[in-house]
């Protein structure tokens, strides 16, 4: 499974971004789509994700600002932010966590697969 994102960039305090992330393989199953980020000497955290029946889960530093959406025919998934801080300052990541055939094919439990990551940097 590759996963490729697009969107990110310089932003200043206040402004808005979108970030896509666009899913392709042998895909064989897909539970939640989301995003995490990782800034500087900080471990990567959940920013949102969203499950297969629309439940979305959101960290607390972004509830209200935040919205993700999911394309489950195109698997695609996408996140939207608003009133964006120079603590949103991350390399943003897209998550997949499914399987593509040969997982499935292997008897493979269900796997993260990641993006390549987008740079995010919030201008005070």
């Known amino acids: 499974v590759q996963l490729v994102e697009s969107g990110g960039g310089l932003v200043q305090a206040g402004g808005s971004l979108r970030l896509s992330c666009a899913a392709a393989?042998?895909?064989?199953?897909?539970?939640?789509m989301g995003w995490y980020r990782q800034a500087p000497g900080k471990p990567r955290e959940l920013v949102a994700d969203i499950s297969n029946d629309g439940t979305t889960t959101y960290a607390d530093s972004v509830k209200g600002r935040a919205t993700v959406s999911r394309d489950n025919n195109k698997n695609m998934v996408a996140l939207s932010m608003s009133g964006l801080k120079p603590e949103d300052t991350a390399v943003y990541y897209c998550n997949l966590n499914g399987q593509d055939y040969m997982d499935y094919e292997r008897g493979l439990s269900d796997v993260n697969y990641w993006g390549q990551g987008t740079q995010v940097t919030v201008s005070s």
């Open positions: 393989g042998n895909i064989f199953s897909v539970n939640t």
